[in-house]
């Protein structure tokens, strides 16, 4: 099992430069990963907030272990031919350690700028894209990505939403939201072990708990990937020791 931070990029973690102190100051001291909100605004209205991408290129370089990724990236919003482009970027950039955080997004973050809301709507764009992405990555466009056969991609669902489930075991993780505890990991473990019988390929359960959990019940309950989660937005030094009390 691993171990990574998940950091939502808003007030003061609005700053790249601190993101980048912090990610390399979470790689030597152990942590597995880094992973950041992807998120155009959060309330209240006038809240900072950082673009991710920008974010995580700064991060990418300032580190040379550490997985990173978006967590997670409304498709349904998104250009694929331009996300095409910033994916395989910024897996070279790193040398093949970008994961992909997709999911339906949340509608408080999509209505304000007219993007779609409905969720059946944004699941067909979602898939759409998903399939697009494949194409781009795997030969549609040039260079190739570093990781092959192609970037990992963790598709999130809300539990108990069994629908998101179907569409993960074609990618390579599961990020379950708002688990009623371990046992709702083992019960999606198993529906995804049976799903996915016959396959050899990695695949990623990644779960969230909150700063100082116990997380040998998850990991017995199949989780591959726990995330520390820091929720918008305490100050710097708290987010700070988080980081440097290490995994």
């Known amino acids: 099992m691993k171990r990574g931070l998940y950091l939502a990029p808003f007030d003061e973690l609005a700053d790249p ?13 152990g942590w597995d990963g880094l992973f950041l909100w992807d998120r ?4 209240p209205r006038e809240r900072a907030v ?15 272990t550490l997985r990173f990724g978006p967590m997670v990236t409304p498709l349904s919003r998104r250009r694929v031919q331009k996300l095409a482009r910033e994916t395989v970027t910024l897996d070279h950039l790193s040398n093949g350690r970008l994961t992909l955080g997709v999911g339906l997004g949340n ?3 999509l209505g304000p700028f007219g993007e779609a ?6 699941g067909r764009l979602l898939d759409e894209g998903l399939d697009r992405l494949g194409g781009f990555w795997s030969g549609g466009f040039r ?3 570093v990781q092959r056969p192609r970037i990992p991609v963790w598709v999130a669902a ?27 990991l083992a019960e999606l473990a198993e529906e995804v072990q049976q799903a996915r019988a016959g396959s050899d390929d990695p695949f990623d359960l990644v779960v969230e708990v909150p700063p100082g959990a116990d997380v040998h019940a998850w990991e017995a309950a199949g989780a591959t990937w726990v995330l520390t989660s820091i929720d918008p937005q305490p100050p710097e030094p708290e987010v700070r020791a988080v980081v440097d009390a290490g995994p």
């Open 158 to 184: 809300s539990w108990p939403n069994r629908r998101p489930v179907q569409r993960a075991v074609r990618w390579d993780g599961l990020f379950p939201i708002e688990l009623p505890g371990p046992e709702g």
């Open 50 to 64: 950082a673009d991710p991408w920008v974010a995580l290129s700064a991060i990418a370089s300032a580190t040379g």
């Open 107 to 109: 509608a408080d973050d």
């Open 17 to 29: 430069r601190l993101l980048a102190e912090l990610a390399r100051a979470a790689e030597s001291v």
């Open 143 to 145: 260079p190739l990505p």
């Open 40 to 43: 155009i605004a959060y309330p």
């Open 117 to 122: 809301v409905d969720p059946r709507e944004r």
